[in-house]
C-alpha cells in the first residue's frame, strides 16, 4: 500500500488551530477504504462548543426518521405517495409565526402561508431559515428530537444540546449578560459527536428503515449553502454549517459538519477515492473582529480541504504507479 504525504493536511490543520482569539476544535476522520491511505486527526474534540445552526442536521434526521415510521403526530396517510415519507414531506405546513435570520420565510422575507414540508427542510439546510427550523422543530416536537438524538442516536447530553427552537434561543440571547453557551437556550455539540452521527448516517444506514430515506437525509445536506464557501470543486459534500454573533458579550461561533468525498484518479485497478467525515469549530471573542474572525475560519478550513483534496489525487497517482 503506498504511503501519502500528509504533511499539507498537517500544516493545514497547524494553520486553523491558530485561528485567533478564540478556540477552535476539529475531527478529520477517513475510513479505511485502502487507496489512498485512511487519515484521522483531532483536536479539542471531546470539548463542547457553539454549533450554531450546524444542530439542525438532528432536527432533519429526527424528522426523516419518525416520518418514515409514520410516527409524526397525527401524520398524513400513505395514500397516493409511494412512501410513507413521500407522504409525509407532502404535508402543508403553515408559515405565519416568524423568527429573525431567514432568507426564505424569516422576518426579512415576510412570507405567510402553506407550503410542502419538503420546503421547509429544504430552507432550514439549505439557508439555514430560522423560521423553517421552528416549523420542523414544532413539527416533529422538540423533545423527539431530543429523544431521537439521545437514545437513537446515542449522544451524550450536556456534551450536546439544542434549543428548545431558535425563537427562544435568539430571545435568550437578547437579555444582557447571557452568552452563547449557557444553561438555559444554547447549541452546543463536540466534534467527535458530529463525527459519529455522520459516520452513523452518511458511511452507514443505522437510523433510518430504508435506503430511500438516507439518500432524502443526503439530498437535503447537498445543498448547503456552507459548501461553496469551504469545499473545493468536483467533489460531493453533505454538510451543514452556521454561525452566529451575540455582539453584546462580543462572542462570535462559526461551524461546519459532514462528510465529504474527494476524488482521486481512475487507474486500471479501481476509482481511487479520500471519504472523509469532519467537524470544525470555532468560538472567538472581540468586539470588533466578527467580519475577520468568520473570514479567518473559512479560509483555514478551505485550507484544509483543499489540501485532503491534493491529498486523494496524488495518493491514487502513488497506488497507480505502485500497482496497488
Given at each position: 500500500m503506498p504511503t501519502g504525504d500528509t504533511s499539507q493536511i498537517q500544516a493545514a490543520l497547524d494553520n486553523f488551530k491558530k485561528l485567533p482569539s478564540g478556540k477552535a476544535a476539529y475531527v478529520i476522520e477517513s475510513p479505511d477504504v485502502g487507496r489512498p491511505p485512511s487519515v484521522s486527526y483531532g483536536w479539542n474534540n471531546n470539548e463542547s462548543l457553539f454549533c450554531a445552526s450546524s444542530?439542525?442536521?438532528?432536527?432533519?434526521?429526527?424528522?426523516?426518521?419518525?416520518?418514515?415510521?409514520?410516527?409524526?403526530s397525527n401524520q398524513p396517510p400513505q395514500g397516493k405517495?409511494?412512501?410513507?415519507?413521500?407522504?409525509?414531506?407532502?404535508?402543508?405546513?403553515?408559515?405565519?409565526?416568524?423568527t429573525a435570520g431567514g432568507k426564505v420565510f424569516g422576518y426579512e422575507a415576510g412570507?405567510?402561508?402553506?407550503?410542502?414540508?419538503?420546503?421547509?427542510?429544504?430552507a432550514m439546510i439549505a439557508y439555514s431559515d430560522n423560521t423553517a427550523t421552528d416549523i420542523a422543530m414544532k413539527r416533529v416536537g422538540v423533545a423527539n428530537v431530543r429523544k431521537f438524538m439521545y437514545e437513537t442516536a446515542g449522544l451524550h447530553s450536556p456534551d450536546v444540546r439544542?434549543?428548545?427552537?431558535?425563537?427562544?434561543?435568539?430571545?435568550y440571547l437578547s437579555s444582557p449578560g447571557h452568552h452563547l453557551i449557557n444553561d438555559e437556550e444554547t447549541m452546543v455539540c463536540t466534534s467527535n459527536a458530529f463525527l459519529k452521527f455522520y459516520r452513523q448516517t452518511i458511511n452507514g444506514n443505522r437510523y433510518f428503515k430504508n435506503e430511500e430515506t438516507r439518500r432524502q437525509f443526503m439530498w437535503f445536506l447537498s445543498m448547503s449553502e456552507a459548501i461553496p464557501l469551504a469545499i473545493p470543486t468536483d467533489t460531493v459534500c453533505y454538510m451543514k454549517g452556521g454561525d452566529a454573533n451575540n455582539p453584546d458579550e462580543g462572542e462570535h461561533a462559526a461551524a461546519i459538519a459532514g462528510h465529504v468525498t474527494f476524488p482521486g484518479i481512475?487507474?486500471?485497478?479501481?476509482?481511487n477515492i479520500l471519504p472523509v467525515n469532519f467537524a470544525m469549530l470555532y468560538n472567538w471573542t472581540g468586539q470588533d473582529n466578527l467580519?475577520?474572525?468568520?473570514?479567518?475560519?473559512?479560509?483555514?478550513?478551505?485550507?484544509?480541504?483543499?489540501?485532503?483534496?491534493?491529498?486523494a489525487v496524488q495518493g491514487g497517482k502513488n497506488y497507480a504507479v505502485q500497482g496497488g
Open positions: 444542530f439542525k442536521v438532528f432536527v432533519l434526521a429526527a424528522y426523516l426518521y419518525y416520518a418514515e415510521r409514520e410516527e409524526l405517495y409511494p412512501s410513507l415519507l413521500d407522504a409525509a414531506l407532502a404535508e402543508p405546513l403553515t408559515v405565519n409565526d416568524h412570507v405567510t402561508g402553506t407550503t410542502s414540508a419538503t420546503a421547509i427542510l429544504a439544542i434549543p428548545d427552537s431558535t425563537k427562544a434561543f435568539y430571545e481512475t487507474t486500471g485497478y479501481d476509482n467580519a475577520s474572525g468568520t473570514q479567518a475560519f473559512r479560509e483555514a478550513a478551505k485550507g484544509v480541504f483543499v489540501a485532503l483534496k491534493n491529498y
